[in-house]
């Protein structure tokens, strides 16, 4: 009864019907009062009616009811409002910033409910309508223009549907120019499309078009201003930033490998500023940074001689210990390395044997089997290094390892190599 008379009191026309609205808007805050809303007869056309009106105080109440609607987690809801995406993407050219505004984040909210309507605003032209809406000078409005193309590049369809269309705009030089300025501009914008780029690069096969608008270096020196920044006073939220923009470059460079693509030791400072900084905060962005940190020394011999030559590995070495993930993938680094050649492995042998004995030890079989790995590497490479691991009394430890079925043979051939038989 009560959200029947709500509509009645819309639909009389009075001059009190922006009141009416209002009332509207309120009580669509609640999902029940939602589901019963869009069932009564004629009320999404009412809706519409006003949002299409030339009154623009009006207009904007009726947006506002819409956006409340737009909110509600059920599919019927988001499917009643079909009828008005049409009007939606048309006034996104629009009024006042408010307005438009409103209209981003309904349709935002609409995708990721409905497929349907999805499917219903890509021959509507919602892309190219993004396109020119991603040229606005108005931080606010690239936000909502970054909160739509992340919920349309999120989709189940978006691999297919979605993403060569957005690749097709003029989209991905405007995104990549929108993250790169972050710092100027707005942060939050810059945040959105950053996870746009991302949705992109791992959900798309082939990144030709990012890799010729320069992506990586892009990005690459993006990340050094970002180390820059952190190390005086980090702005707030940054951290939201470096995270997108740690796994683009992460993933273009496991689909490119880093030749040609500016080797920069800067680089690897920059990713150990980064680390410094966010530690103790955001240990999340550990992995982040130790992901890229893998992919840049995976096939790189460059950035494996940096990494010594810059003194970093003490820095590396300490985040054996952060966590679980953290020392799998710090001993991953080090293999990437030690793969390298004898004259590398000399170099870590030094810092890196006492270290990997309590490593060697832990229950956790995905460590203690990077650690074998590493170990077969060293033993390889610098045949010294088995007598020194034998003087630490490393046998013993491998010994351990006998019961772990994944990893008895592993044990047993660095025993082989170390010259210990089986029951010495």
Not at 49 to 75: I, K, M, N
Not at 289 to 299: F, G, K, P, R, S
């Amino acid at each position: 009864g009560q959200v029947l008379e709500l509509l009645r009191g819309v639909q009389r026309g009075s001059e009190d019907r922006r009141r009416s609205l209002s009332r509207l808007r309120w009580a669509l805050q609640n999902e029940d009062t939602q589901r019963k809303f869009v069932r009564l007869d004629g009320s999404i056309r009412t809706l519409t009616g006003l949002f299409t009106s030339s009154l623009a105080d009006l207009q904007l109440e009726a947006a506002r009811c819409l956006h409340e609607l737009s909110h509600s987690s059920v599919p019927t809801v988001a499917e009643a409002c079909l009828p008005v995406t049409s009007y939606l993407l048309t006034y996104l050219s629009g009024h006042s910033l408010e307005f438009t505004e409103l209209c981003l984040y309904t349709l935002g909210n609409l995708v990721v409910e409905s497929e349907a309507v999805r499917k219903q605003l890509l021959p509507q032209g919602i892309i190219p309508v993004l396109a020119s809406c991603i040229q606005s000078p108005h931080e606010a409005v690239l936000e909502g223009v970054g909160y739509v193309l992340s919920q349309l590049l999120q989709a189940k369809e978006a691999p297919t549907e979605i993403i060569p269309l957005v690749l097709d705009s003029v989209l991905p030089q405007h995104m990549l120019r929108l993250v790169c300025s972050g710092l100027k501009a707005g942060v939050g914008a810059a945040v959105e499309f950053a996870w746009c780029l991302h949705y992109i690069i791992c959900r798309h096969k082939d990144n030709t078009v990012l890799l010729a608008l320069g992506a990586v270096p892009a990005l690459t020196s993006l990340l050094l201003e970002l180390a820059s920044e952190i190390t005086q006073d980090a702005p707030e939220g940054l951290e939201l930033l470096v995270c997108p923009v740690l796994r683009c470059l992460s993933n273009l460079l496991a689909e490119t490998g880093c030749q040609g693509q500016g080797q920069d030791g800067r680089l690897l400072i920059a990713l150990f500023l980064i680390l410094q900084c966010f530690l103790q905060q955001h240990p999340f962005l550990v992995q982040e940074c130790l992901w890229l940190l893998n992919n840049l020394t995976a096939d790189d011999p460059f950035f494996c001689s940096a990494l010594l030559s810059l003194d970093l590995l003490p820095a590396l070495l300490q985040l054996l210990t952060c966590s679980q993930m953290a020392s799998v993938l710090v001993l991953t680094v080090l293999c990437n390395v030690a793969e390298k050649g004898p004259f590398l492995c000399r170099r870590l042998l030094q810092p890196l044997l006492p270290r990997l004995l309590p490593l060697l030890a832990l229950p956790d079989p995905e460590a203690a089997g990077q650690c074998l790995e590493l170990l077969h590497l060293l033993f390889l490479h610098c045949p010294e290094a088995a007598a020194d691991f034998t003087r630490h009394g490393g046998h013993q430890v491998l010994k351990q390892h006998h019961s772990t079925p994944e990893l008895q043979e592993r044990a047993q051939a660095l025993l082989d190599m170390v010259g210990q038989p089986p029951g010495a």
